[in-house]
């Protein structure tokens, strides 16, 4: 009686492992093609750059973001060029954060854009630390160049990396 029980709970354990990894799978295809499907306005090309507002006397947790939100080095995020706001909606303090598909090195990422700033001439976009670790997982580069960054139209994106876009699809 014991096993047959200790059977079935593992058998039902089993099933929904299966169920929730052929979950991920479709909502990752509809994500990659939804996010082709999004992509708005002209893209956008440049060298990226990563930012973190760390620095000692700051208060724990960072700076307020042009969103209001907390800057997290933890999160897929970044802050865009002061001069590219309104192609990216507008940015601004209490307003829904936007989104962008940011290309680079061959990987593909949907990031939070809940900043703006005054970059350095000829960089489009400042990651943030995760985001920058996704295209230079060492932090050497610096910046990246050649960085192709994209609109994306809606506010219901789930940020962080794109597998399984086609080629025809880029």
């Known amino acids: 009686m014991l096993f047959r029980s200790s059977a ?3 058998g039902a354990a ?13 909502i990752s295809a509809v994500h990659s093609s939804a996010v082709v499907d999004a992509a708005s306005g002209d893209a956008i090309v ?11 006397g700051w208060r724990e947790g960072g700076p307020d973001t042009a969103s209001g939100e907390r800057y997290d080095p933890s999160v897929w995020a970044a802050a865009i060029k002061t001069s590219l706001r309104q192609k990216f909606g507008g940015v601004q303090y209490g307003a829904r ?5 940011v290309e680079a090195v061959g990987k593909k990422v ?4 809940n900043d703006v700033g005054p970059l350095t001439p000829g960089r489009i976009i400042d990651l943030n630390e995760r985001t920058m670790r996704h295209f ?3 932090l050497q580069l610096g910046v990246i160049n050649d ?3 994209r609109p994306l139209s809606g506010d219901d994106w789930i ?5 399984g876009l086609l080629a025809a699809d880029s």
């Open 8 to 10: 079935a709970i593992c």
């Open 14 to 26: 089993v099933a929904l492992a299966i169920s929730v990894t052929v979950a991920r799978s479709e």
């Open 46 to 56: 440049g060298a990226a750059s990563m930012y973190n507002p760390f620095r000692p």
């Open 97 to 101: 954060p936007k989104y962008a598909l």
């Open 110 to 113: 949907i990031v939070k854009i």
């Open 136 to 138: 230079d997982p060492s």
């Open 147 to 149: 960085v192709t960054v």
């Open 159 to 163: 940020p962080g990396p794109v597998d």
